[in-house]
């Protein structure tokens, strides 16, 4: 009756020994690897005469696959350190390109935009480098993080950056691999990545530069005079600051007294007018809007331009002494 007992037990153990002894085993299926993939860095309206900052941002997934290390350790606490960094030269010195023309950036691994922190080859040029250390669940087998790029175009740099034919232009830099991402697994315990395996990623920086312009006009005055008897002239200046390369036209209005072609002063006590001219050049034509006069056409360097304005009272009738004023509305359009 023992004997009879015994049998089955012992075959259902010879049977679940392999069982156990290939669960076990480390597994080869699948080999350890990891990529890195970046969305591109764009930046969008960028004024070069705004003397302002422009901010964009990117993102950098990783995706790390595995196969469970032998040991419980390898099993139960699997790791992939990883270690981000951005090859090619000059990284003080990035630009994007349109042609021939440059628009200077960088990329930083922080918010901090400090130097210390350009992305490029780590700490042996200066420069930073992403790093990190990724943990998985054993029944996923796969670990993924992300991490955020930072780019900075200096506003007090790109003032003489150019649009193309007066239209919004897009300047571009690419890193086509460039993107260089270094990987080790191991256990819990980092085992860094300086030599562990290699992958490589792409991206762009892109910026699409706008045209822009500011203006800003002077006072006019004629200071004190008698009879009007004789011409009496002026000269003040209009301030136009637009991106090199932009067209544009600045025009000016009849003024608030002007009527039939004529820009005219008033005494506001008496109601009395004073005619006057206003012209580009000295003693020249007509400066207006198309109506009264003509615009007056330029392309903009980035950097401010002064226009004369030249002013001229014919001799007239003279009128009851007094102030006599015109507001006159200067326009920029490009």
Known sequence: ????????????????????????????????T???????VVFDKV?????????????LTINCTYSPGSGLAGLLLPNVSVCAT????????????????ALPFNLY???????????????ATG??????????????GTATGSVTVYGRIPGNAIGAVPTS???????????????ILRYAFGTLVDTGCTNGSIATFSFQARASVVNDCYINANPLTFGATNVLSAAVRARTTINVQCTAGSPYQVTLNAGANGAGGVRRMKNPVTGEMVRYTLSATLDGGNWGDGTVGQPLGGT??????ALGVFSRVDPQTTPTPGDYKDTVTATVSF
């Open 1 to 32: 009756m023992i004997t009879k007992h015994l049998r089955p037990w012992r075959r259902l153990l010879l049977l679940a020994l392999p069982l156990l002894a290939l669960w076990l085993a480390p597994a080869t299926a699948r080999a350890n």
């Open 34 to 40: 990891c990529s890195a993939s970046m969305t591109d």
């Open 47 to 59: 004024s070069p005469i705004a003397g302002s900052d422009y901010y964009a941002t990117g993102t």
């Open 86 to 101: 951005l090859g090619g030269n000059d990284y003080a010195l990035r630009t994007m390109k349109n042609g021939g023309n």
């Open 109 to 123: 691994t922080d918010a901090s935009y400090a130097a210390a922190k350009i992305w490029g080859q780590g700490a």
């Open 127 to 140: 420069t930073a480098a992403f790093n990190a250390s990724l943990t998985a669940l054993l029944s996923l």
């Open 165 to 179: 034919g007066g239209a919004s232009t897009t300047y571009t830099a690419s890193f086509a691999g460039l993107g």
């Open 300 to 305: 903009g360097t980035g950097a401010v331009q």
